[in-house]
């Protein structure tokens, strides 16, 4: 496997001594390159780092940052699958250590995250927190594999069924409402285009290869928005309609939390369907 070249020119900035300016007496950092150094030394790699936006220059390596990575000895998920630890930390006491299992697709270089239905760990930057206990939340969260195997056989196994698209939009997306600059309520609504495959690899219609067409097509913004413009005075009648482009998703709250639930939602969904 190929090591991830960013981490590389990059890994000063992940052993922090302390926190950023305006942190309290009482924080204590948990340095992720010492972490990810012991956990190379297990046969551990990294294979994806990626850092939050910053205006101020002081902030640059204190930051949140996400790292994903894998072991040759995680077991396989399924053909074209590789699971991955996902750690995401800061040391501007804006972020807890935070710790969660994520899957590789291959085929289009996705990496999900899995539902909050898992356990995740959390550590937060106070009292004493020892490597070991930090390296014991990672094996907690990694030996939840055989619940995620589980779950992604039972999403393949499933067909997409009628009002599946939508209601996953709903849960997961929503409606964007706001108001234009002349007091005119607008809503913007994802269209179906979201789950239209880049690649015919992706023409399946199990659920399993929904959702990842849902993710990439979310997450780069490769769909359209339906945008309604409500009258002033009577906000229920349509004024106008606008086709728009959607924007690629690259914050890593955002990234995170449209993962985890995107995923919850589609196990939810499996399981009302069957019940109904």
């Not at 001594?17 to 030394?41: F, H, M, N, R, W």
């Not at 994802?190 to 789950?195: E, K, L, Q, V």
């Not at 004024?239 to 993962?259: E, G």
Request: some cysteine; charged content about 25%.
């Amino acid at each position: 496997m190929e090591k991830c070249l960013n981490y590389l020119d990059q890994r000063e900035y992940l052993n922090k001594s302390q926190g950023a300016t305006g942190t309290s007496d009482k924080y204590q950092v948990i340095k992720t390159g010492d972490l990810v150094k012991s956990l190379e030394s297990k046969g551990y790699e990294v294979t994806k780092l990626e850092w939050a936006g910053v205006r101020n220059p002081d902030k640059i390596g204190f930051q949140k940052h996400l790292i994903r990575l894998t072991h040759p000895d995680l077991s396989a998920l399924s053909d074209g699958l590789r699971p991955e630890l996902v750690i995401i930390n800061s040391y501007d006491g804006k972020c807890s250590f935070n710790v969660m299992l994520g899957v590789f697709r291959f085929i289009c270089s996705n990496g999900l995250i899995v539902g909050d239905t898992y356990k995740h760990e959390r550590i937060r930057h106070v009292g004493k927190n020892t490597p070991e206990q930090v390296l014991q939340a990672l094996e907690s969260v990694a030996g939840q594999l055989p619940q995620v195997t589980a779950d992604i056989k039972l999403m393949q196994d499933t067909e997409v069924f009628s009002g599946f698209k939508r209601t996953l939009i709903e849960r997961v997306i929503g409606a964007t409402i706001g108001f234009n600059k002349k007091g005119e309520r607008t809503q913007a609504v994802p269209t179906n285009s979201i789950f239209t495959p880049g690649r015919n690899e992706d023409r399946g219609l199990d659920m399993f290869t929904a959702m990842n067409v849902f993710q990439e097509n979310y997450l780069k913004g490769c769909y359209n928005l339906n945008k309604l413009t409500f009258e002033k005075e009577r906000q229920h009648v349509i004024k106008k309609r606008q086709l728009l482009k959607a924007r690629p998703v690259k914050s890593i709250n955002r990234v995170k939390d449209f993962n985890q639930s995107l995923w919850s939602e589609t196990l939810n969904l499996i399981k009302e369907n069957k019940h109904a």
